[in-house]
Structures are given as C-alpha cells and as structure tokens.
C-alpha cells in the first residue's frame, strides 16, 4: 500500500502570507497526485490534478508541484476563503489521502 | 451541471449491512468511474472502492472483504453495501465521480452521515 504523509498538520497564517504544504508518498507516484480543499460541513472540492495542473474556476493562487515522491501545495497569497482544510491523494495504485492540513488563522 | 446525491438510513446496528445509494444526474452514469469515500468524524478522508460503468470494481485493500459497490445504468444509480459494520464505520460517505481510469475526483455528493449504533 501507498502511504501518503502530509506536513504540516496544522499551519497558522495571516491573509497575504503565502503557504506550503507538503505531500509525500512512500513509494513513487510518477505525477499521479491531487489536492482537494475542505471546509467544516463541506464534501472537498478538487484543486490540482496531475500533480501540477490547476482544475478550471480554481483561483490561479493555487498551485502545485513535484513528482516521484515529493510535492507541495503553494497558496501565492492566502486569502479570508482558504481557511480549510487541504488534502492530497494519490491515484497511481489505488487510491489514498494524506492525513490533511488544517491552515488556519494566525 | 453533474450533481450526486446520497440517500441510505443514517442509522445502522452493529453487525449489520450499511447500504447507500448514490443518484446521478447532469451526466450519464455510462461514462467515468463512480466511487465511495468515506470521513470519521473529525478525521480525514477514506476511500471505499469504485466501480466502472461496465461493472469493473476496485476496492481498498484493508475494506474489500466487507465491501460490495454495485450500478444500476438505467437508473444512473451506483450503490454501496458495507457489511458487518462497527462503531468505527461510523462515518459521512460520500458518492463520488472520479475522471478516466480511476484517477482524480472531479465532483462529489454532499455526503450523508451514517452512525452505528444499537
């Protein structure tokens, strides 16, 4: 099984800031990797796919990186509507989901 | 505009079979691959299996002995049968559409709490 770890949990920052999340896989996953936000009450909503490739209506603020077993979320500059939670899932055998990272207000 | 929804008792007693059905609509059913996942509350996300139109099925490893995932193409329905459920399958399951081949998840149902307990 593929095991997806994400860091940090939990991330405190101020609108503005710009923010990292980081994704890793316990084997490689080529760039077959998503990232969905969460909020409280909410199914998740699709960011990223392919690792890098933003889903349409998402703000261009998101992206995404990496490939093999690293990658990362950037949020350029984290607006009052990102406070959430943020999860990545890898689709290269089976399916699985980081742990998530809640980013909240600082 | 695809929509799910999910529709199942919220109730379900240890020992028993957890059934949900998930509704399709804005798209036909006989195209991408439809799935389950599943969110303790609290924790993050679980996913259950998937299901091909044509009835192909992939199911998570640690879930696939009690796991059933059926589609009704006339009725554009897929279905979830958990069986011999605990407290620890207490959970908001979610229907789910995911792009070719299984891959990402590109629109979900709103999700339906399901609580085990006698």
């Known amino acids: 099984d593929i095991q997806m770890t994400q860091s940090p949990s939990t991330l405190s920052a101020s609108v503005g800031d710009r923010v990292t999340i980081t994704c890793r896989a316990s084997?490689?996953?080529?760039?077959?990797l998503a990232w969905y936000q969460q909020k409280p009450g909410k199914a998740p909503k699709l960011l990223i796919y392919?690792?890098?490739s933003l889903e349409s209506g998402v703000p261009s603020r998101f992206s995404g990186s990496g490939s093999g077993t690293e990658f990362t979320l950037t949020i350029s500059s984290l607006q009052p509507d990102d406070f959430a939670t943020y999860y990545c899932?890898?689709?290269?055998?089976?399916?699985?989901f980081g742990q998530g990272t809640k980013v909240e207000i600082k | 505009q695809v929509q799910l929804q999910e529709s199942g008792p919220g109730l379900v007693k240890p020992s028993e079979t957890l059934s949900l059905t998930c509704t399709v609509s804005?798209?036909?059913?006989?195209?991408?691959?439809w799935s389950w996942i599943r969110q303790p509350p609290g924790k993050g996300l679980e996913w259950i299996g998937y299901?091909?139109?044509?009835?192909?099925?992939n199911y998570n490893p640690s879930l696939k002995s009690r796991v059933t995932i059926s589609v009704d193409t006339s009725k554009n329905q897929f279905s979830l049968k958990l069986s011999s459920v605990t407290a620890a399958d207490t959970a908001v399951y979610y229907c789910?559409?995911?792009?070719?081949?299984?891959?990402?998840?590109?629109?979900w149902g709103q999700g339906t709490l399901v609580t085990v307990s006698s």
């Open positions: 789910a559409r995911a792009q070719v081949l299984g891959t990402y998840i590109d629109y």
């Open positions: 804005g798209d036909s059913i006989s195209s991408y691959y």
């Open positions: 299901i091909y139109y044509s009835g192909s099925t």
């Open positions: 084997q490689s996953i080529s760039t077959w």
């Open positions: 392919k690792a890098s």
């Open positions: 899932q890898q689709y290269n055998s089976y399916w699985t």
